[in-house]
């Protein structure tokens, strides 16, 4: 599990909307990203941080566009529940910068819990292969 999450590029490819990611300089990685929400729909290009981490337990990134209009902060912690199991409590706070940042930001919040369960389902697919 741990591997998997301490792994920008495997990660990424379990967040919503991130199409693509690439080593840039000094551990930080560039995401290409797609977001949906409601009508809206925009392609960001973003840094991705590692700010925090306590192997396999603890994990935050931030996540900044390289124009300015868009911040999230991504949290994951694990918990050993079994030999077999894990449990990964996820947090994660996105927000919209610009003219429409209002209905933009509000319409993030009613799609969060989708996308979070969009991520766990990523995750385990990408653990238990056909899951």
């Given at each position: 599990m741990w591997d998997l999450l301490n792994d920008p590029a495997q990660l990424?490819?379990?967040v919503p909307g991130c199409e693509e990611a690439s080593l840039g300089v000094d551990d930080e990685w560039k995401w290409k990203?797609?977001?949906n929400?409601?009508?809206?729909?925009r392609r960001i290009e973003a840094i991705a941080?590692?700010?925090?981490?306590?192997p396999t337990r603890k994990l935050a990134i931030n996540l900044d566009s390289v124009t300015?209009?868009?911040?999230?902060?991504?949290?994951?912690e694990l918990a050993e529940v079994s030999s077999t199991s894990t449990r990964v409590k996820f947090a994660a706070n996105v927000d919209a910068r610009g003219p429409f940042q209002l209905v933009v930001n509000q319409m993030i919040k009613s799609q969060m819990d989708k996308l979070v369960g969009e991520f766990a389902a990523n995750v385990s697919s990408k653990l238990v292969p056909n899951s």
């Open positions: 990424s490819k379990c990203m797609k977001f929400v409601g009508v809206i729909s941080r590692v700010v925090e981490k306590e300015g209009d868009f911040k999230a902060q991504l949290h994951l």
